[in-house]
């Protein structure tokens, strides 16, 4: 059986699949030449991350196609419902990229506390003396509240590292349900810490020093940071967003940070992927990434691995 990992696979993730004798072709497709593609070259699996898109127009064109596959968590990209009505398996791997994008978060968190996203452009052209006394008003993560909203993998794994730096976390999710969070300290030792989610967010908002979005883009196009929640933030609340473009308003975000209701804020993802307006790129006080919150080399081993497994578990290579 073929396999177009069409937005790549990790070396791992190839090696055990062509050792359990898949074929497995990596060669990149455009997007507009996917289903052609698909036919011409007899392929049965297509793999993909944010890049490539399978639409209902894709699975309708490529009635050989029996499982996609996203390397990642959400699955936006897919026409998911439709796939499985046609009777074609549709698999993520929601459990592989949950650390790698925890760590971004923490990383872009220190970044907008202490304006390092900033200073990083300035140092070279800029003044020693006005820079130094331009970023001598950082803070410090630890003390203060971060707010998860979203408490899937992802957020409790972002948990588990704000814990591990002295924060308080408050969690919102709508299931409310008590989770553990194992928080590795170091030298083979953890701390468990239960946390009980609220699932109303604008209960907690103005408790929150810190906020990062962990939730799926909404099926009805909706933002779930909005002109109305900036509102009921605390007034320089720093915020970070590595879900999905879209869930901020980007209008309203631009208003709250010229306002200075939002002192900064980290974007990994935009609503205009790959092109997102300049205006954000260019703000002093957005930190940017290119939606690189799953890209280590660890998490795409572990996106590699689990696809690999669930493919081989579903799908006897007949000989």
């Known amino acids: 059986m073929k396999i177009l990992a069409n937005d790549g696979i990790s070396d791992l993730g190839k090696q055990l699949l062509e050792e359990a ?8 497709v455009a997007q507009e030449e996917l289903a052609n593609a ?16 399978v639409r209902k127009e894709v699975i309708d064109a490529c009635p050989n196609l029996k499982l996609i596959g996203r ?13 499985r009505e046609k009777g074609i398996t549709v698999i993520n791997t929601p459990a592989s990229s949950s650390q790698s994008v925890a760590e971004l978060v923490m990383g872009h968190l220190f970044a907008i506390s202490r304006g390092l996203h900033d200073s990083y452009k300035n140092m070279e052209t800029g003044d020693f003396s006005a820079l130094k006394k331009k970023y001598a008003k950082g803070v410090e993560l630890r003390g203060k509240t971060l707010g998860i909203i979203g408490f899937g993998r992802i957020g409790q794994s972002l948990a588990s590292y704000a814990l591990g730096c002295g924060m308080n976390v408050v969690a919102v999710d709508r299931t409310g349900n008590p989770v553990n969070i194992n928080v590795p300290i170091g030298n083979g030792h953890e701390a468990n810490i239960s946390i009980t989610p609220s699932n109303d967010l604008h209960s907690v908002l103005g408790q929150l020093d810190y906020i990062s979005i962990h939730v799926p883009k909404q099926a009805d196009g909706s933002a779930v940071i909005a002109a109305k929640e900036f509102a009921m933030m605390k007034k320089g609340v720093r915020i970070a967003n ?5 869930v901020i308003n980007e209008d309203d975000l631009l208003e709250a940070l010229s306002s ?15 092109n997102p307006r300049k205006d954000l790129l260019n703000h002093s006080a957005i930190a940017c990434t290119p939606h690189i919150g799953a890209a280590t080399l660890e998490a795409q081993d572990r996106i590699g691995e689990e696809l690999a497994s669930l493919i081989i578990g579903q ?4 000989n």
């Open 21 to 28: 004798g898949f074929t497995v072709i990596t060669d990149k």
């Open 38 to 53: 698909v036919n011409e070259q007899g392929i049965e699996m297509i793999l993909v991350r944010s890049a490539t898109t």
């Open 71 to 83: 390397g990642g968590v959400g699955m936006d990209n897919i026409d998911v419902a439709y796939a």
């Open 242 to 246: 590595a879900a999905r473009g879209g």
């Open 260 to 274: 200075g209701q939002v002192a900064a804020i980290a974007l990994d993802v935009f609503e205009n992927e790959p």
């Open 315 to 318: 799908f006897a290579v007949k």
